[in-house]
């Protein structure tokens, strides 16, 4: 397990981007209170997700206004095609961790 960040640092329907070593940049989601991590890069264009919108459980890329569900990685509208990498992630004491 490696830890991303602490519960308090993303606050209820807001993103943080968070660096660690051996990972593309990740995205850490707090939507409803239930904490998601995807990689961070739009698969369309180097853009941070992190820069973004957010509605719902949808983060809406700050260039080209392509859309993903953030819990499944999966593009909602284009221009991207991939989905976005998604990992799970587990809420442990006052951390939010990937389970690897």
């Known amino acids: 397990m490696r830890v991303v960040c602490r519960v ?10 968070v660096e660690l070593d051996g990972y593309a940049p990740l995205a850490v989601f707090n939507i409803g209170e239930r904490y998601y991590v995807t990689d ?8 941070s997700l992190a820069e973004g919108t957010i509605e719902g459980d949808v983060v809406t890329c700050p260039f080209h206004r392509g859309r993903f569900h953030i819990p499944s990685g999966k593009v909602v509208s284009r221009p991207p095609k991939c989905d976005l990498r998604t ?12 389970v690897e």
């Open 8 to 17: 308090g640092d993303v606050a209820d329907g807001c993103v943080k981007r």
């Open 40 to 47: 961070d890069t739009c698969t369309h264009v180097d853009a």
């Open 87 to 98: 990992y799970v992630v587990e809420v442990l004491g006052d951390e939010v961790v990937i």
